[in-house]
């Protein structure tokens, strides 16, 4: 039986995020997993002896005995084909040096790594947000091309303020994050740091969460994307949650916004599209006063909506809620695996056919 | 051997905030427990069967075999006399009744309940913030006396934002709040709820948590209270931690302040208070990038010193940093004797004289 | 549209159990929700007022609009009909008075209560252990029937050792348990006694958990059950885990058996029962040397599987084993679905055209 | 002001034990620490930049600026001084190679370590249980002497059966372990994987934990330790617990012995010890019926106390209970501490003086 989905190569296929990608993969209406990559200790072996599969249902989602090739451009094109589909789930430093040099290669990646969301050259993207930035694409120096999808703490932001922002126009937001140890990647966190706990992210996540959905919510302009110009400010700190990152926002907009009319908005959003990982509706609002909550709803929407919750008024900003997303799905494998279906959808794999 | 200490008598005896009250009247220096009070169902027991006893080390701490009496004034009279100090551990409803008719009774009572936080008779007070909003009590219509302490949550935050405020004026303040499952008091939260989950705080804490520090960090005029006139607001979440509330705060102050001066005013913070349980030095500031943390911090000062940490610049705001304090020390128990001590420091039990 | 399937009344609807049925029954192919019974408290309210929805996905699986019916025999045949299919998942106590009281008004009831598990002329089924247990009814007084399943903990653990039992026979079994929350319901267990902690079980559960396997692997004989003769100890400890019972178990048997024999034996159980809730296969073996774990395993076979590990020699029993099930599932909901499955296809259904 | 206590070199400080110990040398009064040493990775470093420090209260604990020495005998002996006292709270690889390198320098060598505990020639030691082993150093080959504690998991089961071994001689044990992550060291276990989960032990903790308290319970005779020929088998499995294991086991005697004869003995166990860091009394009895907990009990005399409750009778072995202890005060550095008393009690640290 021969499979006729496209091939995808998984770049980091033994991390959590690379295992998060496989098991989506295991029912993917479009694409299959191709072949898997990893770093040069784990190159050579067959996945299920390279891999300390982290996730519940079938280990290995039925790839075990596929040979993981190394993390290098030109052992990928040998290994896997002088075009190829990539979803990088790679540590940024690695990504650094291998996204750009496949591109060149001609492959197309779709990476959930950070080294190249700031370059001006790649498309930031979530499809539901800004589907129109990936015409970047088409100013990009390399055969082949490569996108990039947010953090998994700027996703569900980013995601509840857009049809905010469209309407009245972000000023400014205040925002604190209560994040999943899975965002850490495995082992990522130490028990002993995290039980009964909750720590500070001591890296720079906070920049990226304050950078990112300016990016976003920007526009395409002839030099590239004109960021949105409100200020953003977070405070990022792991808890004691296995999947799924709560945000607090307290919003300033440009006009002012009653809460019905951002919920309304919010449950109204509707970005037209039809993509296999899309789900529908994109935002859910939950009214009950002790939602959103991580363990319950990181799954909505086979873990790819956004929920939020306790939309009220705010004596500083004016407005204030919450919002949450399951960071590995929606902020991580499923973001990159819903750009590479936007990808497909607009015509850019195309390109792997050259 | 007889104990010169001053006996308090501990209304809600059999709650969280009330054996940790117990215990650290075992090893009290100027205080004793004289009798302990609950609701009726534990009324006439010993306090050993009345109470499940949930803290580590001794259970009952030595006051196992006192009957509890019940929460009723006429009661409490008759059982611990016309005059007595009480330290109020009770719900804010039972509160309500019983506090001002103590006080009316000629008792001094010391309340960590909500139920008086925002009447105008009643001084709320952090000895290390505002000692001097004690002077309502001149002005109260009873022989004996009420004073109240802060909500858990805004307790920390206060202290914290106190030298900035004396420096250069708080403007505005958005927090977002870490707290602990002790704060729920006992049965609390279900273990159901927060395991591996954050919960959004359904009730009112939002409210007290943006209304207490206005009033603490306010000024004692003609009429009563004068608030501070910043604006705040607060979103608060229960996350699965024992005990400590973190709050991440956003702070625009009146005149510039730089992390290092705000750092320093911290540091330097010094109330120049002599009682037992004020820690020296009341604010500590951890320069660790993972830090302050509740399993690790919230012990600091035996429990009754603040920890400040990752004070930094803020786009939105000018300023932000996290601070931590135990919530059943600091915010309740010890909070509640601190305030007995002050009293007796500024002459106030002499009351109980009368 | 009409819904072909047969209706089932949720005695105790509103609980972590009752819950678990009626999202279970939400995708049934048999079965759907005919009626929803609770307290008193929230009889005449509809469900979606009476019920705080505790459980991942849709609020109310689909029946928030139904009114809740009180748990009173006549109310329920008023409400519900002469003739019903109920599935109870009462706390004991209630079950004590209704149960019986409902069979013996005609309605066949598949229970999840401990009240009659011990009852001699009351059935205790695990379909895949001992489903000819279930002609007891057939000397049942009434012209209903009443059906039980065992306890969460015992279900794992009787399942497991069954296979060796039939090949063997046991002779002495050492347990101990490591108990998820959601086997409290809910409000269930304090936050504060859980929180990174664990907790000897101070009820009688140890006694069940000893008791019911020896019932269930005993043989239906002229006078009711005769137990099976081994004998049985257990330690009971609730862990910091949402979902999924694990038992460390020490075995001893009648005739020597090596660990491999017993892995060919629990991997190679076929009980070859067509029903829609039960899984294929049973029994798992997983070889990881730290599996089984309640959080990536108790879900195997949608929650109805047993995950069993670690089979080795033992120096003082013979041979240990863990064994791992979802004690809301196949420990609770589903174990009397699956009990309603098989009394349909046994023909004891036919008991309700009367 | 001159320190007179005697000096200990620390081996393997950086590690959660090696913290541990510098904690509780901060107030010992007999002991202080001499050096510190860690890998070679840490070597040369101040304390402060080598260590990153895990626990609560005063970071470095006062010894923050002390140089790092690296773990090799040479290096040790030039750093440290020809004769001295050393805990090691190194790895067993470690271990293997510096400890006896160390004894045969002179060197008096108490060690948390594994590597030696089987060696016939090391005495495997609890003070309160076979003092009597320390003997064994007249027979070692070396100048100085090498001294070991049991595994974290073995001493509170041996230190709750010894006084019913003495008793009634044990015959066999079956236990299973709730164990706290700290007994993993830092990192340890990921959080991903022990968050709302429990982990069967991979390792070998299981071979220890049968094998320790047989030698421990044995008697020193003229040809080393001969075991105590009861049989035991241990299940071990990692809780989400910070701190303290829990062991329930079930007991088989030689003489019938009941529950209330066992809690007799377990209550006025006392080993007349006078030793400063052994509690008095050394064992705890608990009548609560969901005690000893981890987190409310492992603190017990000051973490070095036994808590043991739930002693019962077993259907299949006659006697069950719990028993709780701190891993890494009692189980581990506490442990080592109170052998380098012992040591200096029976006049052992002579041979430093040498």
Request: aromatic content about 4%; overall charge negative.
């Given at each position: 039986m021969s499979d006729p989905r496209?091939?995808?190569?998984?770049?980091?296929?033994?991390?959590?995020?690379?295992?998060?990608?496989?098991?989506?993969?295991?029912?993917?209406?479009?694409f299959r997993v191709g072949a898997l990559a990893a770093s040069s200790r784990s190159a050579g072996r067959p996945y299920r002896e390279a891999c300390r599969w982290?996730?519940?249902?079938?280990?290995?989602?039925?790839?075990?005995?596929?040979?993981?090739?190394?993390?290098?451009?030109?052992a990928l094109v040998r290994g896997a084909g002088a075009r190829a589909l990539a979803l990088s789930a790679l540590p940024s430093d690695v990504a650094r040096t291998v996204e750009v040099a496949l591109a060149e290669a001609g492959w197309v990646v779709v990476s959930n790594a950070s080294a190249f969301r700031a370059d001006p050259r790649v498309p930031l993207v979530i499809p539901?947000?800004?589907?129109?930035?990936?015409?970047?694409?088409d100013r990009q120096p390399w055969p082949g091309a490569l996108v990039t999808n947010p953090n998994c703490t700027s996703?569900?932001?980013?995601?509840?303020?857009?049809?905010?922002?469209?309407?009245?126009?972000?000023?400014?937001?205040?925002?604190?994050?209560?994040?999943?140890?899975?965002?850490?990647?495995?082992p990522g966190e130490s028990a002993w740091d995290l039980l009964a706990n909750v720590r500070p992210h001591p890296g720079d996540e906070e920049q990226k969460m304050a950078a990112e959905p300016k990016r976003m919510?920007?526009?395409l302009g002839q030099n590239g994307i004109v960021q949105a110009s409100f200020s953003m400010s977070a405070r990022c700190v792991r808890v004691p949650v296995v999947d799924g990152h709560l945000v607090a926002a307290q919003v300033r907009t440009r006009s002012t916004i009653t809460p019905e009319r951002a919920a309304s908005l919010i449950r109204s959003f509707d970005p037209g599209l039809d993509l296999p990982s899309a789900p529908r509706p994109t935002l859910l609002v939950d009214d009950r006063r002790d939602r959103p909550q991580p363990r319950l709803d990181a799954s909505a929407g086979r873990g790819m909506a956004v929920t939020v919750g306790r939309i009220e008024p705010c004596e500083v900003m004016g407005l204030k809620l919450f919002c949450l997303a399951h960071n590995t799905l929606r902020g991580a494998a499923g973001a990159a695996l819903?750009?590479?279906?936007?990808?497909?959808?607009?015509?850019?794999?195309?390109?792997?056919?050259?």
């Open positions: 496209i091939p995808i190569v998984i770049l980091g296929a033994t991390g959590m995020v690379g295992q998060r990608a496989i098991q989506l993969l295991a029912e993917h209406p479009w982290n996730l519940d249902g079938e280990p290995y989602a039925g790839v075990g005995d596929l040979p993981v090739l190394p993390c290098e451009a030109s539901e947000v800004n589907a129109d930035h990936l015409r970047l694409i996703t569900p932001l980013t995601l509840a303020l857009a049809p905010i922002h469209r309407e009245v126009g972000l000023e400014a937001v205040c925002a604190a994050s209560y994040q999943a140890v899975s965002g850490a990647g495995y919510l920007g526009t819903l750009n590479a279906e936007l990808l497909r959808s607009e015509g850019y794999l195309e390109r792997l056919k050259g």
